[in-house]
């Protein structure tokens, strides 16, 4: 990038609890600014009482897969409940605060405020106040689908849009295809869960109707943050050639993407994407992650996720299990088949590369 930013700040109130899609994002972001700017990724302080700040960093350096040396983690008195002039003043010393919201904002006195939604909100909080919030800030998203519902249901303009990037080295995977399919997500309830429960089930069915195939597996990939739903899964594929591999790192991540045939997803499943947009999928960087290392796509067509697809591979897409039992069926039948949009897959991939990322960031950041 030509123009410096004298100095960056990425506020996410999902830092240092979260790793996945969104934090990935994120560290992109940190990482293609930092050769030219002063960038740090700040969280709320309350949440750092008992935290190593090295020992965060250190965790995403390895779910990122990449160093984060020129990039400062710090705390921040936004977010909590600290005084109001107190974090006012905090903000100043930023240029630019690139601020992931929950669906709340704050005032603040940097130079250039942008708020990324990468949640698809129903609703904003009414009232004076909050719209003085809102007339503060030039609002970002990361899908296009985030972007019709924000503008739809918040009654205001989305200036941006910064998609989420497949980085090369899913490109560059010596690839030895199994018979895996695989999928990658957190394991949690609330929100847009990526509800592996509806996975377990659909794979059961699938084998019931190929026995042919009963040397396939499912291998779940995920962080945990729900231990209990985690030991539900665990029950529920019980006698089922699936596999579960939690907290695994980049480098780990990508060997079953090398590895894998077909990549699942079903996030949004029995929601009602209209008046639920919060529950489908908004995005989903792991669909184009696994196209990108030439695995199929079989996944839910809603939200951010028919985005990513072309028109090839959206006639693989499904709304119920048994339509996801019956495409991915064509597939196991017909390795001529698999090749063929393995191929379409990566295709398609590229178009999400870095190129387009760096145009987009430069677009949100005006340099």
């Not at 899964?233 to 993407?257: A, D, H, M």
């Not at 529950?279 to 996944?299: D, L």
């Not at 809603?302 to 991915?328: A, D, P």
């Amino acid at each position: 990038m030509a123009k410096k930013i004298v100095k960056v700040c990425l506020f996410s109130p999902y830092f240092p609890d979260h790793f996945g899609g969104g934090e990935r994002h994120l560290l992109d972001i940190a990482a293609h600014l930092s050769p030219t700017s002063r960038v740090c990724i700040a969280f709320p302080e309350a949440k750092a009482a008992s935290i190593d700040l090295t020992a965060v960093k250190e965790n995403y350096e390895k779910f990122y897969g990449a160093s984060l040396e020129t990039v400062a983690f710090i705390t921040t008195p936004v977010g909590t409940r600290e005084n109001f002039f107190r974090k006012l003043f905090w903000t100043r010393q930023f240029s630019h605060i690139f601020a992931v919201s929950d669906g709340s904002l704050f005032f603040s006195l940097a130079k250039h405020n942008i708020a990324h939604l990468q949640i698809p909100f129903s609703s904003y909080p009414q009232g004076f106040l909050n719209q003085l919030k809102l007339a503060h800030w030039r609002l970002n998203t990361n899908a296009y689908f985030t972007k019709r519902v924000i503008e739809h249901s918040w009654k205001t303009r989305v200036s941006s849009v910064l998609q989420p990037m497949v980085a090369n080295d899913l490109f560059a995977l010596a690839q030895k295809k199994e018979k895996i399919i695989l999928h990658v997500g957190r394991f949690f309830t609330q929100l847009h869960s990526k509800r592996q429960d509806v996975l377990v089930e659909t794979f059961r069915k699938l084998l019931e109707k190929s026995p042919a195939h009963q040397d396939w597996r499912l291998v779940l990939v995920g962080s945990v943050e729900d231990e209990a739903y985690l030991a539900n899964l665990r029950v529920l594929s019980r006698g089922l050639p699936i596999e579960f591999k939690t907290n695994c790192s980049r480098v780990e991540l990508l060997g079953w993407y090398a590895r894998a045939s077909i990549y699942w997803h079903a996030t949004g499943f029995g929601a009602d994407e209209e008046s639920e947009p919060e529950k489908v999928e908004h995005f989903g960087i792991t669909t184009i992650e696994a196209m990108a290392a030439g695995v199929v796509p079989v996944v839910l067509a809603k939200g951010g996720q028919v985005e990513i697809l072309n028109t090839e591979l959206q006639s693989l897409s499904w709304q119920t299990q048994e339509e996801c039992v019956e495409q991915t069926s064509k597939l196991l039948a017909s390795e001529t088949l698999l090749r063929l949009y393995q191929d379409i897959a990566r295709r398609r991939a590229a178009e999400f590369g870095e190129a387009r990322f760096v145009k987009q960031l430069e677009a949100v950041f005006g340099v």
